[in-house]
């Protein structure tokens, strides 16, 4: 928000002291009168300190383009092991690497499976989410199986080169043997979002409403799971998960939550919740929490459809378990990175948006 700069002419009122024939000014009493007098005058003219400094406000520039500049469907995002942005796009089966600074997109990886699947206007699928591990880097994919018409694996593949990679999960096969007891209509599931654990991930299935566990050998687990309520983001700290959830179809306000929970622990405890549509959760500055609302779902749109555009917004976690909005409007928002102080925002459009001054006191 830019300061308004209001000019003021300041009158100086003279005062006229007329002798007091009884009156008797001591020395000491004249010396606290020019004093008092002199110290009016600085306070006066002096502009105070709070007034001469900018107020901080947070400040979003767009660092992306989108389409024009090669990020296409952008999903997922990650901090790479050299401090760039690795951003997943899954129409095209591509991992970019975004230069933080200057926004410079070049190819990482390509040649994974391509989305097959759009929903409500949107792709949904294909390479969703980006991780590293001993800086290597792993990349999910999801709705890409024959039960949804693909010829794929839905699952964790690791990237070996710039065109090569190896699946070292099968997480739809998983999904397809072990079923959840919530009602579902693709068996293999929806993965979301791919969280670096122990050595090994953690990926959430917006769709049959769990987190799983899995190593870099292939084994697949079930940490923990939820009736109907859509997780997505992730983050740990220490020995702490914390995950967001879009609610339920209409993604009411009410059901957008952060919650956390350990491993091992069959039930969750509500973090923050008032946020429309949450699709993802960070540490910030200051060990502060951050989560990602994608906005007002449409009326009447089927499950899995993008929220309104220009609906979304960062939010902050507080401590009452409520949300303070700290960005907005952002257009339809998918995943969120911190680097030092700044937020990194990125979009279904294939925009990333840089915003500095998150961490100013709201």
Not at 306 to 314: D, E, V, W
Request: hydrophobic letters at 40%; charged letters at 15%.
């Amino acid at each position: 928000m830019t300061p308004q700069n209001k000019d003021s002419k300041k009158k100086q009122n003279i005062l006229a002291l007329a002798p007091k024939p009884a009156m008797r000014v001591t020395k000491s009493v004249g010396i606290g009168i020019v004093l008092f007098l002199g110290a009016t005058l600085i306070a006066i003219i002096t502009p105070s300190a709070a007034s001469a400094q900018s107020p901080c406000e947070p400040t979003a520039t767009r660092l992306v383009t989108g389409l024009d500049t090669g990020l296409e469907s952008a999903k997922g995002s990650t901090v790479g092991p050299d401090g760039a942005l690795y951003v997943t796009e899954g129409a095209v089966g591509r991992i970019s690497r975004v230069d933080p600074l200057t926004g410079e997109v070049t190819t990482f990886a390509s040649g994974l499976p391509t989305a097959i699947i759009s929903i409500g206007g949107a792709i949904i699928g294909g390479a969703i989410d980006v991780a590293f591990i001993d800086n290597i880097a792993y990349a999910l994919v999801t709705l890409v199986s024959p039960d949804v018409g693909g010829s794929h694996v839905d699952g964790i593949y690791r990237v070996d080169g710039p065109d090569s990679f190896t699946v070292v999960a099968d997480i739809g096969a998983f999904n397809l043997a072990n079923p959840p007891p919530t009602p579902f209509v693709v068996p293999t599931g929806l993965q979301y979002a791919l969280q670096t654990y122990r050595g090994g991930f953690l990926v959430t299935d917006g769709h049959l409403n769990r987190v799983l566990r899995v190593t870099l050998e292939g084994e697949v687990t079930v940490s923990i799971a939820f009736d109907n309520i859509v997780p997505t983001g992730l983050e740990v700290r220490g020995n702490t998960v914390y995950m967001a959830e879009a609610g339920p179809v209409p993604h009411l306000p009410q059901d957008g939550k952060v919650v956390s929970f350990e491993s091992g622990s069959p039930t969750a405890t509500e973090v923050a919740s008032g946020a429309r549509l949450l699709v993802d959760v960070e540490f910030g500055p200051a060990n502060r929490l951050y989560a990602l609302s994608q906005g007002i779902f449409p009326v009447g749109g089927d499950p899995g459809s993008p929220a309104l555009p220009n609906t979304g917004a960062l939010v902050k976690v507080n401590g009452e378990g409520t949300f303070t909005v700290i960005t907005e409007p952002l257009d339809r928002p998918t995943s969120l990175e911190f680097i030092g102080n700044t937020a990194y925002v990125v979009n279904l459009t294939g925009e990333i948006w840089k915003i500095d001054g998150v961490s100013c006191p709201h």
